[in-house]
């Protein structure tokens, strides 16, 4: 969520506005509060938009569809001003997460989740194509992951404009190639773009990314993509059926559910992060509103503080280079939900102040842990003595830093320069060792990590999770400072933050990142002995 800004409106029709939610074709999205109490999403009509002949009269009809649009799965329609100056309609919110934020954080659904997200999705589209809509819009924008179930946002509505099928509007890589060939769409499109959205649930990428806008439509109007083979065989299967090019070889709602099958009852059926997520939005429209708590079995993530030690070691020594290898870009949904903990709710800050009073000369990192108990607890963890605030303590302590050679990590794979390419810039990634020169790192005094001649560095310097990791010339900065602790961790001191085999993805080229520290199997490295 965002602070309303100079141009937002703070009250539509009997709405009062709280805060914005985002923005597509039609205009801003934002959250406020109905007179009941009630919390929604006010999607506003921009002004090139009503100034368009004939779209007022589109709008009301949409909108006039929207409200016989029920089911759990559905943002019902709360309210609406289709004739005001500025239109405006009006749909239930619940906090939740996108699907799109999801995959931007790095998480990836296993293959219960996709089935459960599947199943919502196809409820949602039911209970659309019943009411005489096509959707027209399915991204992952518009797929909200709550507590415990999916939300299916925007139906409809988003597409009134799209009153001429000469006009392809939308995100190409979740259209059907009907959609992005201009024919007139049926149910069968919204299929096509539900298995589109699973595809990028499963792999953490969109299975028709082009370049450029046209080069996506052409990748959809081809159809059939790839489907990477570390997908389970359900998964593939579904995915298979859905992105096919004919409308009329595609599965039907119903088809699809019994693909399905049943959905087992889980209170918490999304990742560890993605709750952490929802407990964040919650805890932001507990802010605005005073009265809204998160609900009872959302886990909030446990802080934890450590200082960073940078200590001494040997001094690098010559390597060589070896012949590039060809990458493997595989990705598959491991158990990466798990590993991927903590975020950033109220706890954090407040634990983050009061240590930055108390010790402000000390370096910080911190990390997020599932614990099954309500307590939040703060260790700090300098060289020579350890402070606790509970009784529960975990501390974070620099190891005396390695020998010379390579250092091994998720299925006893090396930690390697891809290609043995020398040239700044070069990713670092995770492969099977091979006792190549690439696979040479010397844990140098100055706090550095070298391989080829190269300093282990933050693409950019970025500190946010999953920024990548490269090789790049030496130049003193934090973000090529790295310390080994006695945990198997390596922590970047620019962001206080893991290194990371994203998705926990053991295959061949899997390009390294940071991450905030979790102490999962996908952060624990074996040095150089």
């Known amino acids: 969520m965002r602070a309303l800004g100079e141009l937002d409106p703070r009250l539509v029709g009997s709405v009062r506005l709280l805060a914005g939610l985002g923005a597509d074709e039609m205009g801003p999205v934002l959250v406020g509060t109905t007179p009941d109490g009630r919390l929604v999403a006010v999607k506003v009509v921009s002004a090139p938009l009503v100034a368009d002949p004939g779209f007022p009269q589109r709008f009301a009809r949409e909108v006039a569809g929207l409200r016989q649009v029920v089911g759990p799965c559905n943002a019902p329609v709360v309210d609406a001003g289709p004739a005001d100056a500025t239109p405006w309609v009006a749909a239930d919110f619940l906090p939740g997460v996108s699907l799109g934020e999801m995959v931007g954080r790095g998480v990836l ?7 459960r997200l599947a199943a919502g999705l196809a409820s949602a589209l039911t209970e659309i194509h019943r009411a005489g809509l096509v959707h027209r819009d399915l991204t992952p924008a518009h797929v909200r992951l709550t507590e415990d179930s999916v939300r299916l946002l925007d139906f409809g509505v988003a597409r009134a404009v799209d009153h001429d099928v000469s006009l392809v509007v939308g995100d190409p890589e979740f259209m059907s ?64 059926a859905c992105l096919v090019g004919d409308p009329l070889a595609r599965p039907t709602l119903d088809q699809l559910r019994a693909m399905i099958g049943p959905v087992p009852l889980d209170a918490h059926p999304w990742p560890p992060l993605v709750r952490a997520m929802i407990t964040e939005q919650y ?47 595989r990705w598959k949904p491991d158990m990466w939900a798990v590993v991927s903990g ?46 606790s605030t509970t009784t529960t303590t975990t501390t974070t302590t620099a190891t005396q830093r390695p020998e010379a050679g390579p250092f091994t990590g998720l299925a006893g794979k090396c930690v390697d320069i891809a290609g043995a390419n020398a040239a700044n810039g070069t990713p670092v990634q995770l492969h099977e060792c ?59 001191v620019a962001s206080n933050k893991c290194l990371d085999v994203p998705a926990g993805n053991t295959a061949d080229g899997t390009q390294l990142a940071i991450w905030t520290c979790h102490g999962d199997v996908n952060q624990r490295w074996n040095p150089p002995a």
């Open 109 to 115: 659904l296993g293959e219960d989740a996709i089935l």
């Open 177 to 240: 190639p009907e959609q992005a060939g201009r024919q007139a769409l049926t149910p069968a499109s919204d299929v096509f773009s539900l298995g589109a959205v699973l595809h990028l649930a499963a792999t953490g990428r969109s299975a028709f990314a082009g370049e450029t806008r046209t080069e996506s439509l052409a990748l959809v109007s081809r159809a059939q993509p790839e489907l990477p083979g570390s997908l389970p065989s359900r998964i593939r299967q579904l995915l298979g």
């Open 283 to 329: 805890a932001e429209v507990a802010r605005l509103l005073d009265n809204v708590a998160a609900p009872a079995g959302v886990d909030a993530p446990t802080t934890l503080l450590a200082p960073v030690v940078v200590p001494a070691a040997p001094p690098p020594k010559k390597t060589s280079r070896r012949r590039a290898e060809p990458e493997d870009e």
């Open 342 to 387: 903590g975020a950033v709710v109220v706890t954090v800050v407040f634990a983050i102040v009061m240590f930055n009073v108390l010790t402000p000369d000390r370096p910080l990192r911190a990390s997020g842990q599932e614990t099954g108990a309500a307590t939040t607890s703060a260790s700090v963890a300098p060289t020579t003595s350890t402070t």
């Open 434 to 492: 091979n006792g190549t020169d690439a696979q040479q790192w010397v844990f140098a005094q100055d706090g550095t990590v070298r391989g080829l001649g190269k300093c282990l560095d933050v693409v950019g310097g970025d500190t946010s999770d999953g920024a990548r990791v490269q090789i790049h010339d030496c130049n003193g900065t934090g973000a090529q400072q790295w310390v080994p602790t006695t945990e198997g961790w390596i922590i970047n």
